[in-house]
């Protein structure tokens, strides 16, 4: 399998729940990446990881908790959510972060998620 | 704060017609790239414009850079159903969102295009 995959595609999940979404890169990058994408808004940059250390965090509720086992694997841990975290949730990667020319993203296809 | 303003928001029109998206913002970058984004995939990357005043041609989408490298416009000659997606233009911001090394993307709301047969 190439380019960047996730899992699962749709997820319906009520406010108690804990769930894990996954994604995973097969195309060597060190950098990845995980964003939110709602109606009416910009994509929002939630985490950033490089060579699987955290560099970023963008003031994410701490009901959001990712994990980065590898270079190649990305998890967001989920617990207790909101209705407004509905969303589609993207993962990318990229070769690196650390350029003065922004290096291209590829993004996974997202979840889908529903918090009832 | 850097923001990246998209226009129009929505646009519908027919095979054949040609049009013009705009992406701007009162920051200066340092690039800035298109992303085209089909319903149901992730976004996938057009162009990266770096230089003011760039153009790129991408077969019949024109992408160009303003002078002062605080605006961006994509123009598609004779569109095609195929082009229908979200438009997204991203910025490379000066630094990090709280002040890391790091400069990561800013993206625009995006542009909702829908070219009808």
């Known amino acids: 399998e190439t380019g960047v995959t996730q899992t699962p595609r749709h997820l319906v999940m009520g406010m108690t729940n804990k769930k894990s979404l996954k994604c995973e890169q097969h195309?060597?990058?060190?950098?990845m990446y995980w964003y939110k994408q709602s109606a009416k808004k910009p994509l929002e940059l939630m985490f950033v990881?490089?060579?699987?250390?955290?560099?970023e965090n963008n003031s994410v509720p701490s009901r959001f908790s990712p994990e980065c086992p590898n270079s190649s694997h990305l998890f967001l841990h989920l617990h207790t959510l909101q209705p407004e975290d509905s969303a589609l949730y993207l993962c990318a990667s990229s070769q690196d972060t650390l350029s003065s020319i922004p290096y291209e993203q590829y993004f996974g296809p997202g979840t889908r998620l529903t918090v009832t | 704060t850097q923001l990246l303003e998209q226009s129009p928001q929505f646009l519908s029109i027919q095979e054949g017609e040609n049009l013009t998206v705009y992406c701007n913002s009162s920051?200066?970058?340092?690039?800035l790239q298109w992303y085209r984004q089909e319903p149901g995939e992730g976004p996938v990357l057009l162009v990266t414009?770096?230089?003011?005043?760039e153009v790129k041609k991408l077969k019949r989408l024109t992408f160009q850079f303003g002078d002062a490298r605080k605006d961006s416009s994509l123009h598609i000659t004779a569109a095609q159903p195929g082009d229908t997606g979200l438009y997204l233009c991203?910025?490379?911001?000066?630094?990090?969102?709280?002040?890391?090394?790091?400069?990561?993307?800013?993206f625009g709301k995006g542009t909702k295009l829908s070219v009808k047969p």
């Open positions: 991203a910025g490379k911001a000066e630094r990090g969102i709280y002040g890391g090394s790091q400069g990561n993307l800013i």
């Open positions: 414009v770096v230089t003011g005043g």
């Open positions: 920051s200066v970058f340092s690039s």
């Open positions: 195309l060597g990058h060190n950098a």
């Open positions: 990881y490089s060579l699987e250390e955290r560099v």
